[in-house]
């Protein structure tokens, strides 16, 4: 079961907020808004991203990883890398 399970209907909420901002996004350009603004919205959505990337990466080391380093052996060293991959994709993002 995945980590976020517990909190599943918060992330779904979250992720329609973002889906909503990126269609606001699309009806700014297709209204001709001013390029600041659309740049403003662009930085809030990408900022919504990024908490959501986070808190669901929280999630993830919280339950996954934490189970799998319990347990130990090379499932324990497979999550701990795909975890620290997956930081490391967020960081360069």
Same mark, same amino acid.
């Given at each position: 079961?995945?980590?976020?399970?517990?909190?599943?209907?918060?992330?779904?909420?979250?992720?329609?907020?973002?889906?909503?901002?990126?269609?606001?996004?699309?009806?700014?350009?297709?209204?001709?808004?001013?390029?600041?603004?659309?740049?403003?919205?662009?930085? *809030? &959505?990408?900022?919504?991203?990024?908490?959501?990337?986070?808190? @669901?990466? %929280?999630?993830?080391? +919280?339950?996954?990883?934490?189970? *799998? &380093?319990?347990?130990?052996?090379?499932?324990?060293?497979?999550? @701990?890398? %795909?975890?620290?991959? +997956?930081?490391?994709?967020?960081?360069?993002?």
């Amino acid at each position: 079961m995945p980590g976020y399970t517990d909190s599943k209907q918060e992330h779904l909420q979250r992720l329609r907020r973002i889906e909503g901002q990126a269609r606001g996004l699309r009806r700014m350009v297709e209204d001709d808004k001013y390029c600041i603004d659309v740049l403003t919205q662009v930085s *809030a &959505t990408t900022s919504a991203l990024r908490s959501f990337a986070l808190s @669901l990466l %929280e999630e993830h080391l +919280a339950h996954c990883v934490a189970e *799998a &380093t319990r347990k130990g052996g090379a499932e324990a060293e497979a999550k @701990l890398k %795909e975890a620290s991959d +997956a930081i490391a994709r967020l960081v360069r993002s």
